[in-house]
């Protein structure tokens, strides 16, 4: 169980460094970010208590949030993200046997199955996040659009972050 406190806690630096000194600098379009830090939470183990999910989504919306300068819509995004990955994996997933300490990566869902997963829930991540910063519905068709290009954007990338990080034999 400490290696595995360990293993999530150096993503979590790593994830948030990659995150605010070079992604966040990624702008495609005028409006195209993609966001990797998600990946911290989606990779969380399957036996993580909710309500520690939750909080947990709160502190890295919170970190990214506080590198970024942008009060709370990271947090609220990530706790939305967060309220609603226990949802989606039992939703696709739901005849799948956890381990104790196993997460939801490619090992157990495929790539297919992780692609999926990944997609809806940065999905309503992003939704929410550019929704929150726009604070109007006077232009949800270009909020809708960016929403669906920085999400196949941050899907690609972390699917790419997934791959290269996960043990070929393992696959």
Do not use: W
């Not at 070079?22 to 379009?29: C, S, T």
């Amino acid at each position: 169980m400490p290696g595995l406190l360990i293993k999530n806690i150096v993503r979590f630096i790593l994830l948030i460094l990659m995150q605010v000194l070079v992604f966040n600098h990624i702008n495609l379009g005028g409006y195209l970010n993609p966001s990797i830090y998600v990946l911290f939470i989606l990779l969380l183990p399957n036996d993580i208590k909710p309500s520690l999910l939750l909080i947990v989504g709160f502190f890295t919306g919170f970190t990214v949030d506080f590198f970024t300068n942008t009060p709370g819509l990271h947090a609220a995004a990530t706790v939305l993200l967060a309220f609603f990955r226990p949802g989606i994996i039992r939703l696709f997933f739901g005849s799948l046997e956890f381990g104790p300490g196993e997460s939801p990566g490619l090992n157990k869902l495929g790539v297919t199955g992780f692609f999926r997963y990944a997609l809806v829930l940065i999905f309503i991540h992003h939704l929410a996040l550019f929704l929150l910063e726009a604070l109007s519905l006077s232009h949800i068709l270009f909020t809708l659009f960016r929403t669906l290009l920085s999400t196949v954007l941050s899907c690609l990338v972390v699917l790419i972050l997934v791959l290269l990080t996960t043990a070929r034999k393992k696959r």
